[in-house]
């Protein structure tokens, strides 16, 4: 039993460590509207959610449903959520059906079913990622850059 536990505790903590921003979970609650300035906005017929900074704005946010895809941005060790990251959708031709500046922490995003290439940048560094969105689940994109490498005044 000894040996068992002694190599099971290895692999959970890389587990733990490789899904880094489960933990920003935000738990249910009441949300108290008067702090919450999201609303639902359109671009090119697409509707989304941009925001949730701080409690209330990440509870309203994740309490609302018909988004098929569901992204969320942090940073460094303590996967602190980050609302300075540009997004590009590109639909599977490579042209750009949606755009946002300076998003987040929590994007959430209607979007025609179809496969899309969805990049992310912050301070220069890019993810990439391909989504496949159709009448099913909600794609989640938990995106993490792991250091704030930008250097400036």
């Not at 920003?24 to 959610?49: C, F, K, M, R």
């Not at 941009?50 to 988004?67: K, T, V």
């Not at 992204?71 to 755009?99: K, L």
């Amino acid at each position: 039993m000894k040996y068992i536990l002694s190599f099971m505790l290895p692999i959970a903590a890389v587990g733990a460590l490789m899904f880094p921003v489960m933990a920003h979970a935000t738990p249910a609650g009441p949300v108290d509207s008067t702090g919450v300035q999201i609303q639902q906005e359109q671009q090119n017929g697409i509707n989304y959610l941009s925001g949730g900074i701080g409690l209330d704005e990440s509870r309203f946010i994740q309490q609302n449903h018909g988004y098929n895809l569901r992204m969320s941005f942090s940073v460094g060790p303590a996967n602190e959520y980050i609302p300075d990251v540009d997004v590009v959708v590109q639909n599977a031709q490579g042209h750009s059906v949606f755009t946002l500046n300076q998003a987040g922490p929590l994007v959430y995003v209607q979007l025609p079913a179809g496969k899309y290439t969805v990049i992310t940048t912050r301070h220069g560094q890019e993810r990439r990622n391909t989504v496949d969105v159709g009448s099913g689940p909600a794609r989640d994109l938990n995106l993490h850059w792991s250091g704030d490498q930008y250097v400036g005044s």
